[in-house]
């Protein structure tokens, strides 16, 4: 038998959308689906957003790619928005969430044997992360149903516990870098870290003169309701690795990082062909334009609050089935007593509701920021179907 064109890394369901419109899909054959996945945290805006749309084939029909030889005015003013927005100074802009972490893994690294400190390039990072799927950033991840099949990993790497600081004390030696963490933890099944972690982990970033690297690729640009989730709990990283929302819909991210923590990555260090083109910059401009203000970052609190609290409600109707509401903002989780797969199915194929499963039996809500009323209103009735009609699975 042959292999499928398609490298058959994905078990692909069989909804097959051909068409957005706004916080909907439309599959080849003809079904609508209401859209609470949003491409796993990406199409922040949708999928038929005016000002995205004309940007990209504004610039399309301009000037697409160039390389990086030459200067970028439509980089500087990313670079420049994004330095306004939040805690860095710098930039570097690449194509996905792994090759943001890869540089923001380079730039810890840098940062020390840039000094001459080289024996300082082990990162501590957390069981149940995700970081991304290139050698480097599995290596990151704990999760040997990533590495089967791809050993040896790099080295570099220390797991501990997730939200336990006392595992990070003594997880801290002569080899440590800093630490790379994300807030809140996607994949893993939407794992809020505590204030008092994320702050402890500051302090000691500070007193041993590490790197705290954060992984918002996930919880970045306005899906928590802050417009990067360390906001929320009144720190600053070092570093940070940013994508999925940030282009829309577009492959864009970045690796950011104030100047300090940028002191290793001179000229000639680090580079990607696209990173950064011309199109890209203005599918990034282009979602800034709607998202990087206060009166939305309000509305997405808001709306966050609203369906979290219709979670509240709706669990008490299912105590067999629901466990647990979690998250901030627009990324939330409902902590499943039953695996979260087959459900999350049963919500795609008989309600018309499209969301994610993830770890430690989570089923993972992440729609367009730009939901409004009437698709709140919309996925409650479905969700409310979907659990009275639910039959869990006899082995789940
Ligand atoms: C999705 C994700 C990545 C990887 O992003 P890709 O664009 O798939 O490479 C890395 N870290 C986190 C937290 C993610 O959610």
């Known amino acids: 038998m042959a292999i499928d064109p398609l490298m058959p890394v994905y078990p692909r369901c069989d909804v097959r959308p051909v068409r957005g419109e706004h916080c909907h899909l439309i599959s080849e ?55 306004d927005l939040t805690f860095a100074d710098t930039a570097f802009f690449t194509n996905s969430g792994a ?68 595992a990070v004390k003594a997880a801290i030696g002569p080899h440590t870098a800093g630490f790379l963490v994300e807030p809140i933890q996607g994949e893993g099944g939407i794992r809020v870290a505590s204030d008092a972690f994320m ?35 009144g720190i600053e990283p070092d570093i940070l690795a940013t994508a999925k929302g940030l282009g829309g819909g577009f492959p864009l991210g970045a690796c950011l990082a104030t100047e300090k923590a940028a002191r290793g990555m001179v000229f000639g260090t680090h580079g990607s062909t696209y990173g950064g083109n011309p199109l890209a910059m203005a599918a990034g401009n282009a979602v800034l334009d709607a998202v990087a203000n206060d009166v939305f970052l309000a509305s997405v609190v808001e709306k966050g609050e609203r369906i979290k609290a219709g979670l509240a409600q709706f669990i008490g109707n299912y105590p067999d089935l629901f ?62 179907a979907g659990a009275a009609s639910f039959t869990p699975p006899e082995n789940a």
Do not use: W
């Open 29 to 83: 054959d003809g079904r609508r689906f209401l859209d609470f996945a949003a491409g796993i945290a990406v199409n922040i805006l949708g999928h038929s957003h005016a000002g995205l749309i004309s940007a990209i084939q504004d610039q399309a029909a301009t000037l697409m790619h160039v390389s990086n030889l030459y200067g970028s005015p439509q980089g500087e003013k990313l670079a420049q928005r994004l330095v």
């Open 99 to 166: 090759e943001a972490v890869e540089c923001a893994i380079k730039t810890a690294r840098a940062y020390h044997q840039h000094a001459g400190n080289e024996e300082r390039y082990e990162l501590i990072t957390f069981n149940n992360a995700f970081h991304g799927r290139t050698m480097g950033t599995i290596s990151a991840s704990n999760q040997e149903k990533m590495h089967k099949g791809f050993m040896p990993l790099l080295p570099g790497f220390k797991y501990v516990d997730f939200d336990d600081l006392d």
């Open 199 to 233: 702050q402890g982990l500051r302090a000691l970033a500070d007193e041993h003169d590490l790197m705290l690297v954060l992984d918002e690729v996930q919880t970045g640009v306005a899906r928590t309701g802050r417009f990067y989730a360390y906001e929320l709990y």
């Open 323 to 384: 466990e647990q509401v979690r998250g901030h903002g627009l990324m939330l989780g409902l902590k499943m007593k039953i695996e979260s797969r087959p459900f999350v199915t049963h919500l795609r194929d008989n309600h018309g509701l499209l969301t994610v499963s993830a770890g430690d039996n989570t089923l993972r809500l992440v729609p367009p920021l730009v939901i409004g009323d009437a698709e709140i209103d919309e996925f409650f009735e479905r969700l409310s």
